[in-house]
């Protein structure tokens, strides 16, 4: 069965702060993305090939904090942090800190397919950019209001938190997609702009191999968005596989002990969307929401937003 699922954060605005306008706006995002991805994998093309364009999509998007709607940094600039794997192989490709690159998935998979490291950063990963041509945006092409509005109220202070709504509920933007092809190879990509008004070079767990994305035919692939610093320090994506790995419990099962259970243990919010190498899809989620989205040869098809 192929099958892919794809989420562009978790956290989400309050139900009472979003619109029906804006909830069609992002359902229609979801749409695309999930479209996108899926029809790759309709015509037989590969996981890896889905997943990076699912992520491409929702890069595009002004909407979540990846790509074009990154957040700003301390400094009033976007640095993103992508990462991708293949189940089959165990190839990995990372990249964080970079700036200007409209797509950052695609680095990382270059990072996967055309060099012989998995994790390029800052200053190294440009270069390398360079070194393949990668055209640079301008900071306009980021520029979003909404991200502007958050970054200034909070800019002057030591604070630095994740993309949240205008209610300063917590909300991540993160995106990312996974995705069982028709060879049963997995695959999983994860892209952000990480926390506003961020510095010295933080990183969160989208870009770390293990902790906000993981892929292993064996088991399962995963991509997860909440606060970055818990799905390190739990090394989250990786929980997943291992649980099911080392202890046979079931995708739905092995996805549920690590965000319902192990992240709150340790406070920490968000979710995960995963995949198993017969098609399974699980997208549990411990905040009021999640943007997410699944389909699969057989007829499943979800969009979903809260938690009903
Ligand atoms: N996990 C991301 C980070 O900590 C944030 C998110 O999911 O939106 O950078």
Redesign the pocket.
């Known amino acids: 069965m192929i099958s892919i699922a794809i989420h562009g954060?978790?956290?989400t605005l309050l139900k009472g702060a979003m619109t029906a306008e804006k909830e069609e706006e992002y359902k229609a995002a979801l749409q695309l993305a999930l479209a996108k991805g899926y029809a790759v994998l309709e015509k037989g093309g590969t996981s890896v090939d889905a997943v990076e364009q699912a992520v491409i999509c929702l890069e595009d998007s002004h909407l979540f904090?990846a790509g074009k709607g990154s957040v700003f940094t301390a400094t009033g600039k976007h640095e993103m942090?992508a990462s991708i794997m293949e189940g089959e192989s165990l190839q990995a490709g990372a990249v964080s800190l970079v700036s200007g690159i409209k797509n950052p998935v695609a680095l990382a998979k270059d990072v996967m397919q055309k060099s012989n490291h998995v994790f390029l950063a800052g200053d190294g990963a440009m270069e390398f950019a360079k070194s393949l041509k990668y055209s640079l945006e301008p900071d306009s092409y980021f520029y979003d209001e909404l991200r502007y509005n958050q970054w200034q109220e909070i800019k002057d202070s030591d604070s630095f938190q994740?993309?949240h709504s205008d209610k300063k509920d917590s909300k991540?933007?993160?995106v990312g997609a996974v995705a069982c092809d028709v060879n049963g190879n997995l695959a999983a990509a994860t892209s952000?702009g990480?926390?506003t008004n961020k510095k010295f070079g933080r990183i969160?767990?989208?870009p770390m191999i293990g902790a906000?994305n993981y892929a292993n035919n064996k088991t399962c692939a995963v991509s997860?968005?909440?606060?970055?610093?818990f799905?390190i320090r739990g090394v989250a994506a990786y929980d997943v596989s291992a649980l099911m790995e080392f202890k046979n419990l079931s995708l739905n099962d092995a996805a549920a002990e690590v965000v319902q259970k192990r992240l709150m243990e340790i406070k920490g919010d968000?979710g995960l969307i995963a995949v198993d190498a017969n098609g399974n899809i699980a997208m549990p989620f411990n905040t009021e929401g999640m943007y997410r989205a699944c389909k699969n040869s057989e007829s499943l098809e979800e969009i979903s937003i809260y938690k009903d």
């Open positions: 954060g978790a956290g904090n942090d994740l993309d991540f933007g993160t952000t990480g926390m969160g767990d989208s906000g997860c968005t909440g606060s970055g610093e799905f968000g």
